[in-house]
């Protein structure tokens, strides 16, 4: 979940449902490019107007959902993409993470982001306030609005909420209220939950990259099949 503070992001609709997103750092060490993309090609006029007719399915995360240090087609939407086409099911993903995303951007995000339906939408946001520090009711009250703006734009989409933990350099209260309010919002939004996104993946440094923070290609794969068990029956 990298922090950057001076991203800029040029985000554009084709079609309806094809993303692009272009990030780039203004004076940062670190190189990174994050991609709103489908799992469907766009390389011709019949193949956009195919997959226009699909269902969407749009992850709205960080750099986790963005795929931080890993190739595009690596990360875990583009492999969760994968077994929607395996299955044959009538669904699009569309992955609009953004490195270095809080909860308050995804807020002020989101209305832009939704300017088109989804039929699921999986929020994946939360572990970079949890890093820092935010207080928990900011986190909270973000989240909540983020889902109220998917309600009012996309009525009936399924909301699929991702949790998340932290190290315990918080303290234990703020780790453990941390954990807990995905399970709170949740229940609260009648949102379909995944317990914990990073499951077998986080604290395992062979399935993440040196940072300790974000998952190799194989951690990404875990956490695929992870989104996966809990996306399925909803789809």
């Not at 040029?10 to 094809?18: A, H, M, R, T, V």
């Not at 956009?48 to 986790?64: A, M, W």
């Not at 399924?158 to 998340?164: E, P, Q, S, T």
Request: aromatic residues 6%; charged residues 20%; proline residues 6%.
């Amino acid at each position: 979940m990298k922090f950057c503070p001076n991203a800029q992001t040029l985000f554009s609709l084709i079609s309806g449902l094809f993303i692009c997103l272009t990030v780039w750092n203004c004076g940062s060490s670190d190189k990174k490019t994050d991609s709103v993309t489908t799992n469907a090609p766009v390389s011709t006029t019949a193949t956009q107007s195919n997959t226009s007719k699909k269902k969407v399915v749009l992850f709205y995360g960080n750099s986790l959902a963005a795929g931080y240090g890993v190739e595009p087609t690596e990360a875990f939407p583009a492999l969760v993409g994968e077994k929607i086409d395996s299955a044959g099911l009538d669904y699009t993903v569309v992955n609009a993470g953004l490195s270095g995303e809080t909860t308050a951007g995804g807020k002020s995000r989101i209305s832009w982001v939704l300017r088109q339906p989804v039929s699921v939408f999986v929020l994946e946001l939360g572990g970079n306030d949890g890093l820092r520090g935010i207080p928990l009711t900011s986190t909270r009250q973000n989240l909540q609005a983020i889902m109220d703006t998917v309600r009012k734009k996309s009525p009936e989409a399924k909301i699929v909420l991702a949790g998340m933990q932290i190290p315990p350099n918080m303290g234990t209260t703020y780790t453990k209220e941390f954990r807990e309010l995905f399970k709170e919002l949740a229940d609260k939004n009648k949102a379909i939950l995944i317990p914990f996104l990073l499951e077998g993946v986080g604290g395992i440094p062979k399935l993440n990259q040196r940072d300790g923070i974000h998952p190799t290609p194989a951690g990404h794969k875990i956490v695929a099949n992870t989104v996966w068990q809990v996306l399925r029956p909803v789809l």
